[in-house]
């Protein structure tokens, strides 16, 4: 039997080729999903006219700074196409694409590589851009079913995010599986290309809406909490706007994409080393690449059926033989529908291993990494709740000013750094206790790669929880602004209702920054094998040493493992120094327009959309900058101390990037429910407890420490790390062939390696230069 050319090219079996298909198959149902959800979504009415009007300044917003940061990114795009297209030509193509195309290979992988780089990077702008538009149809009709109940409005929320968790799936997994169609054991060769796309774009989003919500976040609370005593989303703040177009444009498109590349990524890497893995087998089974495709398709189907029960939970009765099923709260229902998908993709992961693989540790490396995720959930979940003790310290630390409140969220942070991980850790000594008898290191990488794929097999419930907080925040600012002046029992219950919702939305978003910070450094030791595999092969055709692994004993090694160690430093501190530029003059600009008569007394409406071009110029100026560091660097330290100093590069990245991302991203989520833990309190100054109290000063002030580093620099880790990774991998063949001699580096390698170095130091100069003037911005 063979259908559309996969059994007779590619070698399947009729189980194989079936199972392919229904791969693709499963794509497009999580795409129907989505269509199906996003209708079910926007059936519901939109409140008041005035909640309307909110409404509608956000998406405004919003849209302005997606087209603008469009504009900025395209040419960027443009350029590295063509840099891709052309870079295929001063290398080799592998053996398996010679094989596969003969003569034409170059021109093919050229080709191929290109347009899944272009497929790639739409996809990932895809996923951003209309998982934002959807999150922003939601808020306000979340808020306004706030009014008719708990359930409706958690399901608005709940759903709408679903739409991007399944595009996320959809996309994803329709994109890996066409390449692998396609091109068949060529597909690393494309893939490189496919992975890339998305990834770069994933930097591009996370940075720029990071830096933009962050600096609207900021500059509103400062001067509208501590300095005007005046709620969180009041209309005469001027920046507020501002701050519920960020929670859109950095929680929802910056997550949507981040995740989605880390799908894109996990099974790239996966790939790559299942056809690697082939020729070490003695049976050369297609296995090691059919069965991650299949899971992940196992995967999206559980993640329908969990998401579809998550307004279930709260339905059950409380007492009875079905009391225990009753979900107390909206977080309880999700973490619930959770275990649901975990469970489905692990019954059938065994029957999956039993039935086709013949080989049982095939499943246990997809339930170990489904299993990871879910311990993620409640080790962030201790860290940054409300209801457990680190948070409770914090609070405990505002009675005693600001600086004990900072000390006490910096070393809840970095606590559980240190467990997260552990938790990784064990995973990976796992992979290592199931294959590492077979004799031969790629079954250990692939092993770890399948641990990703099992990891971000929920996909689909991830980015539905996350892009669930932003929304559930947007409603409740809408809620702020529209209903301000009203009193009734009826508005309110509906305003509780929303606060409820978004308190657990904290929680949630903290959670799903955990699981992707915990699946980019799988997917980047994934790719960190990749590349010392490629390596090799690119070595083997030359007839040259084969690099088999990383010697950080070597002098040169050891300089690369620092250098890499000391980037995500780098990066992450001109993100904050991003945020902090643009919040100081947002700061100063809400300053000004609370002088104007009328704005405090509430009869003038504010300036909003200065404040929201004020964030998008800060965001958009960083985007090349950071970018070019994250691209020119690994192709300059691989040029000047060659490929293996390269991979010891990649490995400080991978460990430094992985222990600073959880400490910043759980510190400000500490901080962060510790200041709503204060903001629930009753409101007495004599006491010092509630809004306006020294405490709450306090905690405003942990807050906006931790805003830039839990939204800002701490995600967009994520990709910046799997960007050089990727990088690393595309320039590996070129760097090997080109840059090393009998007397160390080639000078030709040396100059490029030089300008290269010149373009880092501009990126680094650029980033930090000063803001212009309000009136000149």
């Known amino acids: 039997m063979d259908i559309l050319w996969l059994g007779s090219r590619h070698g399947l079996n009729t189980f194989e080729q079936i199972a392919i298909l229904g791969v693709v198959l499963t794509a497009f149902i999580s795409l129907l999903y989505a269509w199906l959800l996003r209708g079910n979504v926007l059936k519901k009415d ?80 895809i996923v951003g851009q209309l998982g934002m538009r959807m999150a922003i149809q939601a808020n306000v009709r979340a808020a306004s079913a706030a009014k008719r109940g708990f359930n409706e409005s958690l399901s608005i929320a709940y759903y709408a995010g679903t739409v991007t968790g399944m595009l996320t799936d959809g996309l994803g997994l329709f994109g890996g599986t066409i390449i692998f169609i396609i091109f068949g054991k060529a597909a690393p060769d494309a893939l490189l290309g496919f992975g890339f796309g998305g990834t770069l774009l994933a930097l591009f989003m996370r940075v720029g809406g990071g830096i933009f919500t962050k600096a ?29 177009v960020g929670d859109n444009v950095g929680d929802c498109a910056g997550m949507a994409a981040d995740i989605f590349e880390s799908y894109e990524v996990t099974i790239v890497s996966g790939l790559i080393l299942g056809l690697a893995l082939m020729a070490v087998d003695p049976t050369h089974s297609l296995k ?40 107390n709260d909206a977080e309880e229902a999700m973490f619930r529908s959770y275990e649901v998908s975990s469970v489905n993709t692990v019954l059938w992961s065994f029957l999956l291993a039993f039935l086709y693989c013949h080989d049982w540790r095939m499943a246990m490396l997809t339930s170990i990494g489904v299993g990871l995720a879910v311990v993620f959930n409640p080790l962030t979940s201790y860290f940054t709740s409300t209801k457990k003790p680190p948070v ?90 529209a209903w301000h002046d009203l009193k009734d029992e009826e508005t309110k219950k509906a305003r509780q209702i929303m606060a409820d919702l978004d308190a657990v939305g904290n929680t949630t978003k903290a959670i799903t920054k955990g699981v992707a910070i915990a699946s980019a450094v799988i997917a980047a030791v994934s790719l960190f094998a990749s590349y010392i595999t490629d390596v090799g092969r690119v070595q083997l055709q030359l007839g040259m040493p084969v690099l088999e692994s990383i010697r950080v004993s070597e002098t040169k090694v050891f300089v690369g493992l620092l250098l890499g160690g000391a980037l995500p430093w780098l990066f992450s501190s001109l993100c904050i120094r991003a945020v902090s530029r643009a919040a100081s003059q947002i700061v100063e600009e809400v300053r ?16 909003y959309a200065r404040v929201v071009d004020i964030s998008t110029a800060s965001a958009q100026k960083e985007l090349a900058p950071l970018a070019a560091i994250s691209v020119l660097m690994p192709l300059a330290i691989g040029l000047i101390l060659q490929v293996e100093a390269l991979g010891g590069f990649l490995a400080g990245i991978i460990l430094s990037g992985q222990l600073l991302a959880v400490y ?110 309000l009136d000149a911005a």
């Open 392 to 481: 409770k310290e914090i609070v405990e630390a505002t009675k005693t000013g600001p600086a004990t409140t900072i000390l006490a969220g910096l070393s809840v942070g970095m606590e559980s750094s240190v467990w997260a991980l552990v938790v990784i850790a064990i995973g990976f000594i796992f992979a290592l206790m199931l294959y590492g008898g077979e004799g031969h290191a790629t079954y250990v990488l692939y092993a770890v790669a399948m641990i990703g794929i099992g990891m971000l097999s929920h996909t689909g419930n991830n980015v539905a929880m996350d892009s669930y907080g932003p929304i559930s925040d947007n409603a409740n600012g809408i809620g702020e602004m």
């Open 216 to 244: 609207a976040d900021v500059g509103a609370d400062l001067v509208g909490k501590i300095e005007k005593d005046i709620p969180e989303d009041d209309p005469r703040n001027a920046a507020v706007i501002a701050d519920l």
């Open 288 to 327: 090691w690449i059919v069965y991650p495709l299949i899971i992940r398709a196992i995967g999206v189907i559980s993640s329908i059926l969990g998401t579809f029960t998550v307004p279930i939970w709260e339905k059950m009765p409380h007492k009875g033989v079905f009391g225990f099923l009753h979900a």
């Open 592 to 607: 000004r327009q609370f002088k104007t008569p009328g704005i405090m007394e509430g009869t003038v409406q504010p300036d």
């Open 46 to 125: 939109k409140g008041t006219q005035k909640m309307q009007e909110v409404w509608n300044a956000i998406r405004i917003g919003a849209d302005s700074y997606l087209n603008r940061q469009l504009r900025t990114i395209l040419p960027i795009i443009g350029a590295l196409t063509v840099v891709l297209f052309l870079s295929v030509y001063v290398v080799h193509p592998s053996q398996a694409a010679t094989a596969e195309f003969g003569k034409n290979a170059q021109i093919v992988v050229a080709i191929g590589r290109t347009i899944a780089f272009i497929m790639g990077a739409s996809f990932s702008l």
């Open 664 to 773: 910043m991203a759980n510190a400000g989520g500490a901080w962060d429910n510790a200041k709503k833990t204060i903001e629930d309190e009753p409101r007495d100054l004599e006491k010092n407890t509630g809004k306006g109290s020294e405490r709450h000063k306090a905690g405003v002030v942990g807050d906006t420490v931790g805003d830039p580093l839990k939204d800002t620099a701490g995600p967009a880790l994520n990709p910046m790390i799997k960007v050089v990774n990727l990088v690393s991998l595309l320039a590996a063949p070129v760097i090997v062939k080109y840059s090393a001699t009998e007397g160390g580096v080639s000078v030709g390698a040396f100059i490029v390696a030089v300008i290269l170095l010149i373009g880092v130091g501009w990126a680094i100069r650029r980033s930090k230069a000063p803001v212009k003037p």
